[in-house]
DNA sequence: TAGATTGTTAATCGATTAACAATC
DNA sequence: TAGATTGTTAATCGATTAACAATC
């Protein structure tokens, strides 16, 4: 049964199911269940199979499930199956790591444009990408209808770039500045990634101890 | 009334409350309420309330919360209080990024060291750290007493790495590599930062659109 | 004092887990 | 066929929201 809902906790898990079945694959599993998947990845059998119930019917009774199968089912879920253009603004250590390292092309993604301010970086080379002056934004974008924008500069600029970069025509932002953007439009996607947000996390847990832990003092 | 087990939602929730009451503060707002925090954030004053009451008192009836102690009170129940040294495996742009870049001290760490293996890397400095093989690492965790980690370094080489991290006394781990670590201790704390997690997060809602979004052909 | 807002208890809502008939 | 495992419905559990007495 498709539900009409779907929860963001649910969403969040596909990304890992992901994860883990390409594990499998790799080791050259190719088929597996909800039991076995469970086990592997500390979660329930049966919120696995509700969470894919959200979608559709992807398995046999008896048999469980295949596991290319699988994967090309939830990729295609998450969306990775069309082509997205992206640029990324901010092309210090951080931009230059995720241009770089990132895999964008494996989840539909395609980087067209990187953007900075400094004069000291504008021009050059990063991968195969040129570094543009922030001034070419706006144009860039809508001449070649990029979706996506990558956020790696300071925050301080971020709600400034943001508000530029949706009126160009960016439906999405991903956005590693250490600030909650503030934006109108109701249709624009974003997605955060606050790095402080999870080191305090982390700190937490270091200070408090995992799963209310308890604390034995001999 | 304080709760004996506090829900992971709560516990991620605090670090965004102490951002937004940074917020106030920095606009020299002195006092604060749980609806007026709440419709700055998009959440209930209940669930703020509720939130708060996990840990104690915070604020008063009538008046509500002063900002600056409210700011110290959560800081303190994240453990950012006390200084947690920390070293770092890999640093190429990544790596780089977050050592000149990210305000540890803000959070109570403090960097203690930056590893690599590649010699084109070791023996430059970033920021005022130098690099350092990573043959050196156990000793000098032993050492420094070191308690944290953060990995920055390639996926492939993530769990050997935090194995020989945990025998060396390293008790939180930063976890930026794409895979989830399998570690057998319990009382060790990881906390991931996944980048394609997050990246396929903003994919799904840009593909199925947000909250249940209807969709309309004309 | 009157108004505001807390902390907490109770009510609601949603998410996870368990159970099981269907069936490969 | 018998065993396994699905998809789904029902039961449980937990988290969020609402309500309200206490009180600044």
């Not at 408090?208 to 209310?212: D, E, L, R, T």
């Given at each position: 049964m498709r539900k009409t809902k779907i929860s963001h906790n649910v969403i969040l898990r596909l990304p890992r199911y992901l994860r883990y079945l390409e594990e499998l694959r790799n080791r050259g599993v190719v088929r597996t269940s909800s039991g076995e998947l469970g086990r592997l990845m500390g979660v329930t059998p049966s919120q696995i199979r509700q969470d894919l119930s959200c979608y559709g019917e992807f398995g046999q009774q008896g048999y469980g499930y295949n596991v290319e199968m699988l994967m090309n089912a939830i990729s295609d879920i998450l969306g990775t199956t069309r082509e997205r253009k992206a640029v990324i603004i901010g092309a210090g250590n951080l931009g230059r790591a995720i241009i770089g390292k990132f895999p964008f092309e494996q989840y539909g993604f395609r980087l067209t444009g990187a953007y900075d301010l400094a004069d000291s970086i504008i021009g050059t080379e990063i991968a195969d990408l040129t570094v543009r002056h922030i001034d070419r934004l706006e144009e860039d974008i809508r001449e070649t209808r990029t979706e996506v924008a990558v956020l790696t500069m300071s925050s301080a600029s971020a709600n400034a770039i943001a508000g530029r970069l949706i009126d160009a025509g960016v439906r999405g932002i991903w956005n590693f500045t250490n600030v909650d953007l503030t934006i109108s439009s109701p249709s624009v996607v974003v997605e955060n990634l606050h790095f402080s947000d999870s080191l305090l996390t982390l700190s937490y847990y270091m200070t408090?101890?995992?799963?209310?832990e308890q604390r034995t003092d001999d």
């Open positions: 408090h101890g995992k799963s209310g």
